[in-house]
T-cell receptor, first 112, second 115 residues
Framework: DAKTTQPTSMDCAEGRAANLPCNHSTISGNEYVYWYRQIHSQGPQYIIH???NNETNEMASLIITEDRKSSTLILPHATLRDTAVYYC?????????????FGKGTKLTVNP | DAMVIQNPRYQVTQFGKPVTLSCSQT?????MYWYQQKSSQAPKLLFH???????NEADTPDNFQSRRPNTSFCFLDIRSPGLGDAAMYLC??????????????FGPGTRLTVL
């Protein structure tokens, strides 16, 4: 089973920041938090991941609480193309290869 | 560009007629995965190969098999498709040798219809 809980859906105005929360209260000390998104009828796309520290890349920022029990994905200036299902995933190590267990995700709709 | 390719993008088969979906990658990644995604659901891992080692998920039906003849190619065989096997099938790759926290790269998926 997925180890994360996310809101089912969120709306965001184009050009504004989209803040997507995720709870992972049972995360282990060596498990990473990953974010992927899936635009309709496409394969999932990697966004960002982190362990303890906040992370930023060209797509997004990831804020992880100090106790690591929750995190927030931030899309700083959402565009219509960011409309997608966003999955927060705690990576389960499996014999040297990673195993992603997807939860239900958050459907983000960016409105004009 | 290096990528994960899935063919065909759309596949129609008949109930009970064996079908094979293919995946190829130019990333030279040593791990390849197959996920099943039914309508309005999240992707679910069926199995994966770590190099030549096959790793099946406990709840993957025996109806689903996989082959990996070389690093670049991986096949998903459905021996006797049922109506409940209609889904999007996603192939992904990763390279743990690139780091313990390496990401997975997904192909565009093959949408399977069973008539």
């Amino acid at each position: 089973d997925a180890k994360t809980t996310q809101p089912t859906s969120m709306d965001c105005a184009e050009g504004r920041a989209a803040n997507l929360p995720c709870n992972h209260s049972t995360i282990s000390g060596n498990e990473y938090v990953y974010w992927y998104r899936q635009i309709h009828s496409q394969g999932p796309q990697y966004i960002i991941h982190g362990l303890k520290n906040n992370e930023t890349n060209e797509m997004a920022s990831l804020i992880i609480t100090e106790d690591r029990k929750s995190s927030t994905l931030i899309l700083p200036h959402a565009t219509l193309r960011d409309t997608a299902v966003y999955y927060c995933i705690v990576r389960v190590a499996q014999g040297g290869s990673e195993k992603l267990v997807f939860g239900k995700g958050t459907k983000l709709t960016v409105n004009p | 560009d290096a990528m994960v390719i899935q063919n065909p993008r759309y596949q129609v088969t008949q109930f009970g007629k064996p079908v094979t979906l293919s995946c190829s990658q130019t990333l030279n990644h040593n791990v390849m995965y197959w996920y099943q995604q039914k309508s309005s659901q999240a992707p679910k891992l069926l199995f994966h190969y770590y190099d030549k080692d096959f790793n099946n998920e406990a709840d993957t039906p025996d109806n689903f098999q996989s082959r990996r003849p070389n690093t670049s190619f991986c096949f998903l065989d459905i021996r006797s498709p049922g109506l409940g096997d209609a889904a999007m099938y996603l192939c992904a790759t990763s390279s743990p040798r690139g780091g313990w926290d390496s990401e997975q790269f997904f192909g565009p998926g093959t949408r399977l219809t069973v008539l």
